[in-house]
């Protein structure tokens, strides 16, 4: 009967011992929750960051490309005038 008291006492501290850890585990569980959306977040931000700086150096390429015709295009007329030029000779 003594030892069974004993381990009854035991079981008792044992349990309310614990009893804080079921709050610990909650609030361990809520900061994992919350270290997980803000992993998300920093992956999303860094999605639109890398699609922004994608689509700033495209439309910087389409600007050159852009330049490029057009000086081809005045190259050209030079090339004819200079060509209309020697015919007159």
């Known amino acids: 009967m003594v030892g069974g008291i004993a381990q009854m006492v035991v079981g008792i501290v044992k349990m309310l011992s614990t009893a804080g ?40 390429q389409r600007e050159l490309i852009s330049n490029l015709k057009e000086q081809q295009s005045i190259l050209i007329q030079m090339r004819d005038k200079e060509s209309q030029k020697r015919r007159r000779m």
């Open 21 to 60: 850890d079921g709050k610990k585990e909650k609030g361990i569980r809520e900061w994992k929750r919350a270290v997980d959306e803000l992993k998300a977040s920093y992956e999303e931000l860094q999605r639109v960051i890398e699609k922004t700086a994608g689509e700033a150096q495209l439309s910087k």
